[in-house]
């Protein structure tokens, strides 16, 4: 089974801080994405890559960036948390030619 | 642009009764994949179908099926016999072949299944 992990389950941070979300998967999957998921607002894409170092983004980048250094971790960066972006954050990943997205079990962020 | 429409914030349904989740789904290409994903409470997301588009015959999976009505832009989630551990949030999903590899979800219903 495609196993996807993400390093935190539950995060409390400052508004301010530079915060850091971890992805991993173990699948050699090209594709990698980060949603954001909020009551009422379904998930909504952050950022997504294609290949190391490649990414695009989603429908909600602004006051966030992505990092992928390797083909199987993908970092999802904070620049300065606000409030507005408590909220639970998804990683998926996928191989290509229209393959499903398996998702990890996501992470409570709470910024105060 | 596509979009996908879940217009059942909530629904409930008995234990080993039926119930039928709705989508609708707008996109310009012909060629596309449809999901329905589902999250139960505190728990990892997980694919329970997928439909091809191309192919007319509905997807099924043990309990559930689908209802793939291509013109109609429709793709409804029937669970059959339900079962406590069907309460969840379900998401139906749509991607165009090619191109992207973008999921665009909707937003989502929370089903209940009581005792």
């Known amino acids: 089974d495609v196993k996807v992990t993400q390093s935190s389950r539950y995060l409390v941070k400052r508004t301010g801080e530079k915060v850091f979300l971890e992805c991993v998967q173990d699948?050699?999957?090209?594709?990698m994405f980060w949603y954001r998921q909020d009551p009422g607002l379904g998930l909504r894409l952050i950022y997504f890559s294609y290949d190391v170092k490649m990414k695009e983004k989603g429908d909600i980048p602004e006051g966030y960036s992505v990092s992928r250094e390797k083909k199987e971790r993908f970092s999802l960066i904070l620049e300065s948390a606000s409030t507005n972006q408590t909220s639970m954050y998804l990683c998926?990943?996928?191989?290509?030619?229209?393959?499903?997205?398996?998702f990890g079990d996501g992470t409570r962020l709470s910024i105060l | 642009a596509q979009t996908v429409t879940q217009s059942q914030p909530e629904m409930s349904v008995q234990e080993a009764e039926t119930v039928t989740l709705s989508c609708t789904y707008d996109t310009s290409e012909n060629n596309y994949y449809l999901f329905w994903y589902k999250q139960p409470p505190s728990r990892q997301m997980i694919l329970v179908i997928r439909q091809e588009a191309y192919k007319q015959q509905n997807a099924t999976e043990n309990r559930f099926s689908v209802n793939f009505q291509k013109a109609a832009k429709s793709f409804s989630l029937k669970i059959s016999d339900s079962q406590l551990g069907d309460t969840a949030m379900y998401f139906c999903a749509l991607k165009t072949q090619g191109g992207s590899e973008k999921l665009v979800f909707g937003k989502g219903t929370k089903l209940t299944v009581n005792p």
């Open positions: 699948m050699d999957h090209e594709n």
């Open positions: 998926a990943s996928s191989l290509t030619h229209n393959q499903p997205q398996h």
